[in-house]
């Protein structure tokens, strides 16, 4: 009976159409965040990614309150659309006017956030659904938003696949990456486009606030075992694929939002790699 009950708690949640586009969802989302994120991971650019997510915040209330209140493929327009800008005002303000990076990247991210949520303000009925913007609403994925997330996630593996030696070079040696006469910033850019394409594809999983996790942590995960870059991409694509449905079960199942289990999950991977590293390195270190 063990086993009945085994399949019956695996298959009962999946006898719902929303739920199993959900599911669909995260698979989508969990394996090409942690494409994306292993980049991010191995150029340190979790700053960035956590930037972007916020400043797509104004894009997607504008097409959100001109759609009058409806997720869908015009959120993705609207997201992308403040997504690139971010990226290219970004670039602008740390190329053209000797800004640190990092300063330009706070000073677009604040700006753009606040923006977001001043025009959301204005518009005092969508309170509910900036939570779903903030923290994602899986439940309420239809068969048009999952069509366009597999289409973003091919169109982003389509151009790291196409691009992938170059990125490899800018992402270990920028100096190897000049003498190789590579376009490093038009490259940089559009790995930052990337992020945003994937953040942007993945915002009604798990919302603006939860993405970076997704961006970094199964990545951060497979750097703990694997230094190459491509293992990386496999072991934190299947870490993020896994975390993703044990997460969407522990959310059914206790009744918490799917963002924060999924999150949740990925940490518990996380911190348990940790350990189990710091034993192994501890064993080692006796035997020798």
Do not use: C, W
């Not at 009925?125 to 048009?144: C, K, P, Q």
């Not at 100096?175 to 992020?195: E, G």
């Not at 995960?221 to 993703?244: E, P, Q």
């Amino acid at each position: 009976t063990n086993m009945a009950d085994l399949l019956n708690f695996l298959l009962e949640p999946l006898n719902y159409a929303f739920i199993q586009r959900g599911m669909l969802a995260l698979i989508i989302v969990g394996g090409i965040s942690a494409v994306v994120g292993s980049f991010v991971i191995v150029r340190g650019m979790s700053f960035f990614g956590d930037a972007l997510a916020h400043s797509i915040l104004p894009g997607v209330a504008l097409s959100y309150t001109a759609s009058g209140g409806s997720i869908g493929s015009n959120l993705f327009i609207g997201g992308l659309g403040a997504g690139i800008l971010s990226v290219m005002f970004i670039a602008y303000l740390a190329e053209k006017n000797d800004m640190k990076e990092d300063t330009a990247i706070a000073i677009v991210f604040v700006t753009m956030f606040a923006l977001g949520i001043a025009i959301i303000s204005l518009h005092g009925s969508y309170a509910v659904d900036l939570t779903h913007i903030l923290f994602g609403s899986i439940n309420g994925i239809s068969s048009e938003d999952l069509a366009i997330m597999a289409i973003l996630s091919a169109i982003v593996l389509l151009v790291i696949g196409l691009l992938y030696k170059e990125f490899l070079v800018i992402s270990f040696d920028i100096n190897l990456a000049y003498s190789l006469k590579l376009p490093v910033a038009a490259l940089q850019r559009t790995m930052l486009i990337l992020i945003a394409v994937v953040i942007v594809a993945s915002l009604q999983s798990v919302g603006i606030t939860l993405m970076l996790a997704l961006l970094t942590t199964p990545a951060a995960t497979a750097r703990l075992f694997v230094k190459n870059l491509h293992h990386m991409i496999f072991v934190s694509v299947v870490l993020g694929i896994i975390s993703g449905i044990i997460g969407f079960y522990i959310s059914y199942y206790l009744d918490i939002p799917s963002g924060a289990s999924i999150v949740s999950t990925m940490s518990t991977v996380f911190g348990l790699s940790i350990i189990a590293k710091s034993l192994h390195n501890a064993r080692l270190s006796t035997t020798r």
